[in-house]
Structures are given as structure tokens and as C-alpha cells.
């Protein structure tokens, strides 16, 4: 059976010969492999010159402290982890522990996230954090210190590794995210780049994503408050704006308002700017993102309505949640969780409020405030 080695497709339809090679178009978005190639992914013990450590401006919770003492545990005897963490439990951290353990022996680590923002993010963390260790980051437009034995990558650029060194311990953050979770391309890669054992990261995991690891749950955030649980409010798309309208002024509080489309944005800040109130908007095609985000952290903002561009690793302080035109299939259960970690992430304001418009109760917005109210429920 003729199979690609990167990705194991083996449909005819999708590989396509060339001067009597076979290559495979599948994966080739990450450059193109012929079928007969030979790869070999190889790991290699790096020389430790110097004690790798690492610092923390805060202390762990108890319940942090014991899935991470269980992550090295579980390395130590080869074994993968999954860890479902609930929105804002710091989940980051409690991986660091392994990481410089499998520093420590020599070993090579690879911390992988989807979205290069992320990466950034993740990168002067990680930098601010481990000392006495080479450290190099890849995203899209950026890459630094490819050889070294630490590396902070998006899943996109793990093919770089691949017919190369691999790695002992990968940690992969958001793996319920776009474009990582159903890519059956970019699962194969991590699957070849991962030369040892891997611990994956997740709010949202589901009983098929469980396969032979140990499955460790933090349901509780690290100031030990329930997480908000949706407020479902069926109504007429009609009538959602000047709903969601009416419950912003009641509350006089900073919102983000999601929308299921691009469109929906700039129609959305118009009507809110149009009744008193200060709006913007992002998402992928809009300009100075960042630049509003932190407009809204500085209260120089009442409104930013936003796609589900803003689902994920965006932490504003007492901010409160309306998902406008909740029945839209973008909303799924893993979405709506996501949506709804935005709020109460900090200890000075563990609370507030998530609203979901929606003409009907759809199934996915059922299971999202059921899981919730499972998680905040379950012994911690």
C-alpha cells in the first residue's frame, strides 16, 4: 500500500504523481514529501553545562501542586498525561516542574500551542521564568535558536522537527482548538516529532479524546471560586441587540459581546455606539486588536464585541460575557466553555456574569452549562 510517511494518508485521490514520483497532497501546506522518502525522527541528549531552575512570582494551590507533582511522576515512569483544566486555573504552571526535570536529564522539550499570539505570549513567560537553558521560539514570521533544547512553538511549525531531533517531553496547550483538534495531519506530525512522552492541555476534553493516559482533573480555579455558569435567554435574533443593550446599561459594567460572524461586528458597534454607549470590535480582519483589548482593560472602553477570536488567552479583569445569536452551529459546547472562562478569572473579581442569546436552547448550549455545573460540583 503506497502511504505518505508524514501524515499515513494512503487515499489515491490525494496522492498525485510527478516525473514518476508519488507525492502526497494532503499535508503538503507543510512543504512536499514523496511517498518513497525515508524520515527518521532522532532523539538526542543534550550536555547540561549549568543547573536549569525555574521561578515563580506566585505559589502553586494545593490541588496545582498535586497535579504537578503527579506530571513528573508520570514521566519518570513513561507514562502521558492529559490534564483537564478548567478557564484561569493556571494550568501553564503546573507544568514546569516536568519540564525542567526533563531539562535536567538532558532531555529535549517542546512546548507547542495553536495560534502564534499565543506562542507569544507563552514565549516571555517562558523566558521570565527558566534560567540556564537555550530557549527558541517558531511561529509564522519568526523564527529563533531552532537548535535548542527548549523550544516554544505553534503546532504548525512541529514539521520543522520532523526527519530532524525530536522530543523527549512535548507539552501541547489548546489541543481542543483550530486548527489542532479533527487535523489529522498535524496529530501525525506531533505523533512523529514525539520521540518520548507528552502531556496535553485542555478545558474541554471529551471521553474520545482519552485514549492509554492518565486523565487529571483541576476543576477549581486558583482562588477556589465556583466558575460562572451560563445564563441561557431564548429569544427572537430580533431582539437580541436591545436585550443585550438593556442588560449592559442595568449592569454598568465592561462586556464582550461575541458574534458568530465577521459581519456581525461592525453592525453590532454602530447600533451600541448609537445608544451612548463606547464600542469596538476585533477579530481576524480587524486592526489594533490589541490596541482595543487593552483599551476595554483600561475602562476606556464599555463594549468590544468580538468573533471567537477572543475565546482564548485573553484575560480582562471584571469583565462580563453576552454571545449574541447563541443557536449559530459555531457556538459548540467546547466554544460556549471557552466564551464563558472569560469571566471571573481574577481573585479581586471571581464572579460575574455569561448571557447567552439564543432564538432556541440548543443542544450545545444544554451541555456547556451542564459541564460546568459538573465541574464546580466534583470534589476538587
Keep these: 500500500m503506497t502511504r505518505c510517511p508524514r501524515c499515513q494518508n494512503d487515499n489515491v485521490k490525494q496522492l498525485y504523481d510527478i516525473n514518476g514520483q508519488c507525492y502526497c497532497r494532503k499535508c503538503i501546506a507543510f512543504k512536499r514529501i514523496l511517498v518513497n522518502e525515508k524520515r527518521t525522527t532522532i532523539a538526542k541528549n543534550y550536555r547540561i553545562g549549568t543547573k536549569i531552575y525555574y521561578n515563580l512570582d506566585f505559589n502553586l494551590s494545593e490541588k496545582q501542586q498535586e497535579i504537578s507533582h503527579q506530571l513528573l511522576l508520570n514521566y519518570q515512569n513513561q507514562l502521558n498525561s492529559l490534564v483537564l483544566a478548567v478557564c484561569g486555573s493556571g494550568k501553564t504552571e503546573i507544568v514546569y516542574e516536568t519540564i525542567c526535570y526533563a531539562l ?39 523564527q529563533e535558536n531552532s537548535d535548542a533544547q527548549f523550544i516554544v512553538c505553534t503546532m504548525h511549525q512541529l514539521y ?35 520521540v518520548g512522552h507528552y502531556i496535553k492541555l485542555s478545558a ?16 477549581r480555579r486558583y482562588h477556589n471560586v465556583d466558575l460562572p455558569v451560563p445564563r441561557c435567554i431564548v429569544v427572537p435574533s430580533s431582539l437580541q441587540k436591545p436585550l443585550a443593550l438593556q442588560l449592559i446599561k442595568r449592569m454598568q459594567k465592561k462586556y464582550i459581546i461575541f458574534v458568530p460572524r465577521i459581519a456581525d461586528v461592525d453592525q453590532c458597534v454602530k447600533y451600541f455606539n448609537r445608544h451612548a454607549l463606547l ?25 468590544v464585541v468580538s468573533t ?6 485573553v484575560t480582562i479583569e471584571d469583565v462580563q460575557v453576552i454571545v449574541l445569536n447563541g443557536e449559530h452551529d459555531l457556538f459548540d459546547s467546547r466554544t460556549l466553555i471557552q466564551i464563558a472562562g472569560r469571566v471571573g478569572r481574577k481573585p479581586n473579581h471571581p464572579t460575574g456574569h455569561v448571557y447567552i442569546l439564543s432564538a432556541v436552547k440548543t443542544k450545545s448550549i444544554q451541555s456547556c452549562i451542564n459541564e460546568i455545573k459538573n465541574l464546580n460540583t466534583m470534589n476538587a
Design 308 to 313: 471567537t477570536i477572543l475565546e482564548r488567552g
Design 160 to 194: 520543522r522537527f520532523e526527519n530532524n531531533i525530536g522530543f523527549q517531553l512535548m507539552i501541547a496547550d489548546e489541543v481542543d482548538a483550530f486548527p489542532f483538534y479533527g487535523n489529522e495531519v498535524l496529530q501525525n506530525i506531533f505523533t512523529r516529532v514525539c
Design 104 to 142: 535536567m536529564q538532558g532531555h529535549r522539550v517542546c512546548f507547542c500551542v495553536p495560534r502564534k499570539e499565543l506562542v507569544k505570549e507563552l514565549y516571555e513567560r517562558i523566558i521570565d521564568a527558566f534560567k540556564g537553558v537555550s530557549i527558541g521560539v517558531l511561529y509564522g514570521g519568526r
Design 204 to 219: 474541554t476534553f471529551k471521553k474520545e479524546d482519552v485514549q492509554d493516559e492518565q486523565l487529571l482533573i483541576m476543576n
Design 279 to 303: 464600542a469596538s470590535g476585533v477579530s481576524s480582519i480587524h486592526e489594533n486588536n490589541q490596541q482595543v483589548i487593552e483599551q476595554l482593560k483600561q475602562n476606556q472602553l464599555d463594549v
